[in-house]
């Protein structure tokens, strides 16, 4: 963004991939969630609709996410 310096603006990447990470990372337990990416065939819409519930979302992580409308 245009208003913020690019120190901080440096921080955005890293705090992407910290969130893709954590939400579609490959899992060892078949108990824990595995979602399809939005990059992937068919994941763009998968979960269109459905709500989430994100836990530390004020962390650096969840400062550039955005409310649905």
């Given amino acids: 963004p245009s208003d913020m310096p690019f120190e901080e603006a440096a921080s955005i990447p890293l705090c992407l991939a910290t969130a893709a990470v954590g939400l579609y990372a490959d899992r060892e337990k078949k108990e824990a ?3 399809i990416p939005p990059w ?3 994941g763009i819409d998968m ?4 709500p989430i519930v994100i836990m530390g979302g004020s962390t650096s992580v ?4 955005k ?3």
């Fill in 47 to 50: 979960y269109k609709g459905q």
């Fill in 33 to 35: 969630p595995h979602f």
């Fill in 62 to 65: 969840g400062q550039f996410c």
């Fill in 40 to 42: 992937l065939e068919g």
């Fill in 67 to 69: 409310p649905a409308p």
